[in-house]
């Protein structure tokens, strides 16, 4: 599948870094969803979800807890991430309707869905449809995109947001409630860095954002924490995504270094190209048509 293609709807191909090296494989209103608006034909398994069975020194999660494994992730931007409420939801891919978006994911045959939705959103939101096909929800969209790839999907939370609002934890528990299939079980903050420049992040806060979300159900918890310097969480996140260089496109060694030196951190994940332009620029980079 050509990137070009890709791009329209902003997709993310995410690389993993193993600790070794790098590894390249292609207040909103809270209210509980109805376990009976949606089913999901899911069948796999056996999930690229890895699982915590010896405690790093100052770790401060427990055994059992996850972290994205996956080698190929995309993300599928086609609700506006900018609001998720009933009057704010909208189809950002115009051009494609969701049994197009269903066909791409099964195509890409990816691992994982990351950060597909996020926070609070309307279940019920009417998605495009192809002419003859039954009407779809956004709920029913997000078990039928699991079903095209046999995957799962990593919600994003917005800490910068959700915190100076004081809804950060409804939220989250909010998506815990979600009868997608599978359940939601690891949760990716955004904007970790941005937060923390501006709250002077520290280990008694970070045990006050962290420890509910552990307390309520969530299995793990990564954080975004794109560009220099990184802010660690004291020991409470699986894993942790940072960001490319967007103008060279270069990964900044010192600051990699820096990630991998926390014992605490399961897993390293590099993020970009994210929209549709960050995407064509890399395609156009790469000298090639048809993309890296």
């Known amino acids: 599948m050509k990137l070009r293609r890709l791009a329209i709807i902003g997709i993310i191909v995410i690389i993993a870094l193993a600790a070794f090296g790098y590894s390249l494989t292609v207040a ?28 790093p020194k100052l770790a401060n999660y427990s055994l059992g807890a996850e972290y994205p494994t996956a080698q190929r992730m995309i993300r599928m931007r086609v609700v506006d991430p900018q609001g998720y409420s009933a009057s704010q939801m909208s189809w950002t891919s115009p051009n494609e309707n969701a049994q197009q ?16 939705t996020a926070g609070v959103f309307n279940w019920t939101f009417q998605v495009p449809v192809c002419s003859g096909c039954a009407p779809m929800t956004y709920g029913q969209f997000l ?13 994003r939370l917005d800490i910068l947001d959700t915190w100076s609002k004081g809804t950060f934890l409804a939220e989250a ?29 520290n280990c008694a806060l970070a045990q006050e954002i962290f420890q509910p979300l552990y307390q309520m159900g969530w299995k793990g918890v990564g954080v975004l924490n794109g560009v220099p310097p990184y ?35 399961q897993r390293i994940l590099m993020y970009d190209p994210d929209f549709a332009g960050q995407a064509l620029a890399l395609q156009a980079s790469c000298g090639s048509a048809s993309g890296c």
Not at 34 to 50: D, E, P, R, V
Not at 143 to 155: H, K, L, R, V
Not at 241 to 259: E, H, V
Request: glycine share 2%; charged share 10%.
């Open 143 to 155: 078990n039928a995109s699991m079903d095209a790839c046999q995957c799962y999907i990593i919600p």
């Open 231 to 265: 802010h660690p969480t004291c020991g409470w996140a699986t894993y942790v995504t940072f960001d490319i260089n967007k103008t060279t496109w270069q990964i900044n060694s010192a600051f990699l270094s820096s990630i991998k030196a926390d014992p605490t951190v």
């Open 173 to 201: 528990k909010y998506l815990l409630s979600v009868p997608v299939y599978p359940r939601f079980s690891i949760l990716s903050i955004d904007q970790w860095d941005d937060f923390c420049n501006q709250q002077n992040c």
């Open 101 to 116: 978006i269903l066909s791409m994911i099964s195509e890409s045959s990816p691992q994982a869905l990351e950060r597909m």
């Open 28 to 55: 909103p209103r809270i209210s509980k969803v109805s376990s009976t608006t949606s089913t999901s034909s899911f069948t796999n398994t056996s999930l690229a979800i890895g699982t915590v069975t010896q405690l």
